[in-house]
């Protein structure tokens, strides 16, 4: 079985992140549940945004139930939080009852599952009438990366092999409509790609393309190196935060 060090890094790195940071406020800004209310955390990995809600909602006085549901092998790095139930389970099959939960979110989740409608349904299944959805994802294709630009086409082309749709972003207001949620918010987000998420989610499959003979090792090895040069500028992503009810 794989060690799961290497995406607890990846995540770790990922929540130290300033963007981060702003975009999960704003959805917490949508989701903005009641005394009482439940809110679901679908993909919640160390469980850093579902522990913030937990908190927040204590600090404002409108306590309720958070939960928070990734794979076991996940939820066992989660660690202890105050007011967060861990729950393991499978997005496309969420193990929830229906009309069950008054707010949901998701960020950087669906690009790893494989039947993504399925996900996006069993969300709306569980969510209540009148409940919020907030759902954030990178868009890969839309990856800028510095450098050579031919090359930095064929690195493009590995990194985005990596996720199940590497334009996922694009498609979160038409998969919430598909399943009768209405968009009342959609804005695009720039990141910067830090050296720990650069390691994992670019470096990583480049190396292995290199190992298997997809990308040429001289090649690369200029590229990279191009890339470490003074004032280089290695590449971002643009992530989509969307909104519904």
């Given amino acids: 079985m794989p060690s799961p060090r290497p995406a607890v890094e990846f995540l770790r790195a990922a929540d130290a992140m300033g963007p981060i940071a702003a975009y999960r406020a704003?959805?917490?800004?949508?989701?903005?549940?009641?005394?009482?209310?439940t809110v679901l955390d679908v993909g919640c990995g160390l469980g850093t945004h579902a522990a913030a809600i937990a908190a927040e909602r204590a600090a404002t006085g409108v306590p309720g139930p958070v939960v928070g549901l990734d794979r076991q092998a996940m939820i066992d790095q989660a660690g202890d939080h105050p007011g967060v139930e861990w729950l393991a389970g499978s997005?496309?099959?969420?193990?929830r009852d229906d009309d069950s939960v008054d707010a949901v979110l998701a960020e950087r989740v669906l690009m790893y599952v494989d039947d993504v409608p399925a996900a996006v349904a069993e969300m709306a299944r569980v969510l209540r009438p009148g409940g919020r959805v907030a759902l954030f994802e990178l868009d890969y294709a839309a990856m800028v990366l510095g450098g050579d630009a031919k090359i930095a086409d064929e690195v493009l082309a590995v990194v985005c092999g990596t996720v199940s749709c590497d334009r996922m972003g694009r498609s979160l207001g038409l998969l919430l409509t598909s399943v009768g949620l209405?968009?009342?918010?959609?804005?695009?987000?720039?990141?910067?790609?830090?050296?720990?998420?650069?390691?994992?989610a670019v470096r990583a499959p480049v190396d292995d393309a290199v190992a298997d003979g997809r990308l040429d090792p001289e090649r690369t090895a200029q590229w990279l190196a191009e890339l470490e040069a003074p004032g280089a500028y290695p590449g971002s992503v643009t992530g989509v935060l969307v909104c519904g009810v």
Wanted: hydrophobic residues 55%; neutral net charge; without cysteine.
């Fill in 182 to 200: 209405r968009v009342v918010e959609q804005v695009p987000v720039a990141l910067p790609i830090p050296p720990p998420v650069w390691a994992a």
């Fill in 26 to 37: 704003r959805m917490r800004g949508h989701l903005a549940p009641a005394a009482g209310e």
């Fill in 91 to 95: 997005a496309e099959a969420l193990p």
